[in-house]
């Protein structure tokens, strides 16, 4: 009974270690085999683990970090706007359009250059508002798993403790 007991509090501390590794961006099978190795241990580390680089065997949560440079600047080389003419794309600050030579003046072109990096702007911010928010919902997230694995950790230890001393 003892050793199903050592089975079933082996398992939970698995399933702890790889949720938290998950949500670090960390190996969730190596560090359930931590987990389930060492117990208490093995989530204790796996708490104090630091966020890892995203990679293939993870979640993804975290890919925003390695943004090329182009997606962190307004480059108006990388929009379009539609020709209002011939309803083709041509680059932002053309000043003629080179299908149908519909012409744009130069403020109409600020204009549309100015509103482009706006909506860029804005749109950066938001994202960043956005991953402000998941980070306090992975927080929370980190808290409830600590406490669950606190409360499982003291019902384990009670079963295992009453096990011994009975048997």
Known sequence: MSVGILFVQAAVFAVLSAVI?????R?????????ALFSLVGVIVTLALSEGEPDS??????????????EKEFDPDKHEKKCPTCAEYIKLEARACRYCGHEYS?????????????DFHQKR???????????????SVREDMTVLGIIVLAIGGIALLVTLTVG
């Open 106 to 118: 130069d403020e109409k072109v600020a204009e549309q250059v100015a509103q482009a990096r706006e």
């Open 21 to 25: 590794a998950s949500e670090k961006n």
């Open 27 to 35: 190996s969730p099978v190596k560090w359930g085999i931590v987990g």
């Open 125 to 139: 911010r938001s994202a960043k508002q956005n991953e402000a928010e998941d980070e306090v919902e992975k927080a």
């Open 57 to 70: 065997q993870t979640s993804g949560a975290g890919q925003k970090r390695g943004q090329p440079a182009s």
